[in-house]
């Protein structure tokens, strides 16, 4: 039923690009484990071995802080229609912000939305698919559009300021790396 492999196979790349939503899982040494819902046109493959995604503004920032303590991030999918299958990529994760070198060149993969806030890169090392034999039909009905309309009304200065109320420490109190991103922008 399920497969392990070292990279995400051709198949697997159409599989994913079809996919509404996708799920991050991350996890500090200690504290808690997230697992995180995103959606909109925010994942791209550009290799057999290489995901980007790019994180929006949102309510936390858990996934950043994570990936500054170990790296380690798991993406998953799930078919709810179609052909069953459940598809999981595990590998190393960076994260890029806007005042990183490399910014430049991984922002043009996405459309401009206002509230970019990291681009994350994956390096895979397991892809492993299983049967999703489970995983019950949801018709998609289309995408909400709320946070890209937020993030608009909110202009960049509010953007910062929000990013320096809410997204600056992780739930379990650690640094995730927009302190150092706010005072090289000046915020």
Known sequence: MGTRIQEITPAFQEFIQDQKMFFVGTAAKD???NVSPKGMDSLRVVSPNKILWLNLTGSGNETATHVQDNGRMTIMWCAFEGK???LRVYGKAK???ETDPEWGQLIEHFPNWSGKRQVFELE?????????FAV???DYSGERDILEKWADKQGEDRIRNYWKEKNTVSLDGKDTGMDKVLQEKGA
């Not at 895979?124 to 999703?132: A, P, T």
């Open 31 to 33: 504290g808690r484990i």
């Open 84 to 86: 069953p299958l459940i």
């Open 95 to 97: 994260s890029y912000h």
């Open 124 to 132: 895979v090392d397991l892809v492993q698919s299983s049967c999703g």
């Open 136 to 138: 019950p039909f949801f």
